[in-house]
């Protein structure tokens, strides 16, 4: 975050939601929203020129090629913002797997909406207890020695016995496995910022 003003993208495609989103936090010393979009594909052109910090993202948006999920797994590969899902469902499953999906720091249930300040806080220069839950269910499909070579590849000191070979199909696995195309990608997503 570069400022003491958080910055937020609004992809929403209830419009009285979103309305009630974007009069919440402009009353609210320390929120900037910078726009709103309806749809997805929009949503990685407005992130990409906004440069939000927090994209605050509908998980069921209608009538688009891409659903939520997509549009902001591709919005934090090309952007340092952070994305919390907004999500009418309340099945733990489906939202702890959009999270996974998107790479995303955290989720607000519209139901709760009176968290959503204090979540957007907290996401925008932290890690919060939902960031190490998504965290540790993203590298649940990686195995023992694959998650030191998560490790390695983020830059953290690892003792490994594997000859390099193996440690180079390891890389390969870890970066499939995670459904990223290089390791500029997977540091880009999983290292600290703040």
Do not use: W
Request: aromatic share 6%; hydrophobic share 40%; glycine share 4%.
């Amino acid at each position: 975050m570069k400022t003491n003003t958080i910055r937020v993208l609004i992809v929403e495609d209830d419009l009285d939601f979103c309305y009630l989103i974007k009069n919440t936090l402009s009353t609210l010393d320390g929120f900037s929203v910078l726009g709103e979009c309806q749809d997805a594909s929009h949503a990685l052109a407005l992130a990409m020129e906004l440069q939000p910090d927090i994209v605050l993202m509908d998980l069921n948006l209608s009538s688009t090629d891409l659903d939520g999920i997509e549009a902001g797994r591709q919005i934090r590969l090309a952007t340092d913002a952070k994305i919390i899902i907004l999500t009418a469902f309340e099945d733990p499953e489906i939202v702890i797997d959009a999270c996974v999906g998107s790479f995303a720091s955290a989720y607000v249930f519209k139901s709760q909406f009176e968290l959503l300040t204090d979540t957007i806080r907290n996401t925008a220069c932290g890690s919060t207890p939902q960031k190490y839950l998504i965290h540790a269910a993203i590298l649940s499909c990686l195995s023992p020695a694959e998650k030191s070579v998560f490790d390695l590849m983020l830059g953290k000191s690892v003792d490994l016995q594997s000859s390099s070979k193996t440690i180079a199909n390891q890389k390969t696995s870890v970066l499939k496995k995670l459904g990223l195309k290089s390791q500029k990608e997977l540091v880009h997503i999983f290292s600290e910022k703040c």
